[in-house]
């Protein structure tokens, strides 16, 4: 049975009470806080995806397309063809880079077309010849060289171009 009209339920009161916590409905497991839709979006496509990460401290050169989601803790020198790169803080790739989306909170240098989003945190930087279809600079984000926006067209144009050579 519900609430009285005027009464709150025990588990409305411990929510409100500490506002964001878990709380147990009798006899099943925790309710957890929901994630923002980014986050919960990313958190699906990275137990989906070809994931490659390289850690901290960790160094690699080469050629790397088997891979949807690169995210960089440690160093890269590499040509990358991914649907997504995460550079994060301390994070350092150099090389040439095509994506759908790039999300920058460390050092992203090169050659860099991004087909989509191309997103630099408060701690990002990203220097070289770049090319994107969407950009978002946080407060403190740094960009740098040749930069241009370029319609998702072109940059399908640009990239079958580049092959053909």
């Known amino acids: 049975m519900g609430p009285k009209q005027g009464e709150t339920s025990d588990r409305a009161a411990r929510q409100t009470d500490r506002g964001a916590e878990a709380s147990a409905p009798a006899g099943g497991p925790p309710e957890l806080p929901a994630l923002p839709l980014e986050q919960a979006e990313r958190a699906a496509r990275a137990h989906n995806d070809r994931l490659l990460m390289v850690g901290a401290g960790i160094s690699v050169k080469g050629r790397i397309q088997s891979c949807d989601r690169l995210i960089v803790e440690g160093k890269v020198e590499a040509t990358l063809q991914a649907d997504e790169i995460d550079v994060v803080t301390g994070g350092l790739f150099n090389g040439e880079v095509v994506v759908n989306t790039a999300i920058i909170s460390g050092t ?58």
């Open 108 to 165: 992203l240098t090169g050659n860099v077309v991004v087909r989509g989003r191309l997103e630099i945190t408060e701690t990002g930087r990203v220097t070289g010849r770049v090319r994107y279809n969407q950009l978002m600079i946080h407060e403190g984000g740094r960009i740098s060289g040749d930069i241009q926006f370029q319609a998702i067209d072109d940059i399908l144009v640009e990239e079958a171009e580049r092959v053909r050579a």
